[in-house]
């Protein structure tokens, strides 16, 4: 398997753990009995992990190296899964959110991404490089969409397995946690071949290519933060409201919400093909 499939592989399992996790972490919060002030803390505390952890591979990952970095913010992620599974105090998962850079949004975005970005053009020519990054963003909503499918696990677990809500909810976090995993063994099969471009620029002196990503994607990631307090008003539905919102329900309006935009991406796959001369 050739790097550029790695990577694809990485992304679409990770955006899987990302899309569940978007609607599953306030309902496992819950069932520990957290309010939605906590609640809420415990998702920014989440997304101010990633953000520190976007920083350091944006100053520092051209020069610790592109494989390394994903090696280690990913395994970050899974110590903090396996955290938050078997936590139950307020500190400890709060630690667990902000170690594991715990994605409450639902939506793929920390420093694996920006890594993943700046390594994708070593994989391919000039002439599919186009092509190459409207895949990997197609394969990142069909991640995100069926994650959210995945957060009625908790049900299933209870249905299938006869588990208690508790052991349910924290069966599902291990689940998210293997998810997160997978990547990691993508990662260690990566060839030096995506330091490639990181060396090039070096040489040349040039502005490292992460830092011209996150320039790029700064509007972006302060649109995605705006939306964060989602989670706390669905929440807040759960727990408010004589009708609740399940997490099956949750899972199935996420997956309406990705699909138009997964729609867009394959019209963008389909075009980026450049007709043979």
């Known amino acids: 398997m ?28 819950a069932q520990l009995s957290f309010d939605t002030r906590a609640i809420g803390l415990m998702v920014t505390l989440g997304l101010a992990g990633a953000a520190l952890g976007t920083a350091f591979v944006t100053f520092f990952a051209d020069h610790v190296g592109h494989r390394r970095s994903l090696l280690l913010v990913t395994a970050l992620s899974v ?11 307020p500190w400890l998962l709060g630690a667990a959110a902000f170690i594991g850079m715990v994605n409450g949004m639902g939506r793929d975005r920390g420093a694996a991404l920006v890594l993943e970005q700046g390594a994708l053009p070593a994989t391919v020519s000039d002439a599919e490089r186009t092509l190459t990054f409207a895949r990997y963003n197609v394969l990142q909503d069909i991640g995100h969409a069926l994650g959210s499918l995945l957060a009625a696990a908790p049900s299933l677990l209870e249905h299938t397995l ?23 063994i993508a990662y260690a099969r990566l060839s030096p071949a995506i330091e490639s471009r990181r060396t090039e620029l070096r040489a040349n002196k040039k502005k490292p ?8 994607e700064a509007p972006e990631r302060a649109a995605t933060l705006a939306c964060s307090n989602s989670i706390t008003s669905l929440l807040s539905l759960e727990v408010n409201t004589k009708k609740p919102l399940r997490a099956r329900r949750f899972s199935r309006i996420n997956t309406l919400f990705e699909a138009p935009t997964n729609a867009t991406f394959a019209c963008s796959c389909s075009h980026s093909r450049k007709p043979k001369a």
């Open 209 to 216: 290519v992460l830092e011209v990503l996150n320039l790029l």
């Open 79 to 89: 110590i903090g899964a396996v955290l938050l599974a078997f936590g139950t105090g």
């Open 162 to 184: 006869h588990l208690e809500a508790g052991a349910a909810s924290r069966g599902s976090m291990l689940i998210y946690g293997a998810l997160m995993a997978v990547p990691l």
């Open 2 to 29: 050739n790097d550029r499939a790695l990577i694809y592989a990485a992304v679409l399992f990770r955006s899987l753990a990302t899309g569940m996790m978007g609607v599953l972490l306030g309902i496992h919060l």
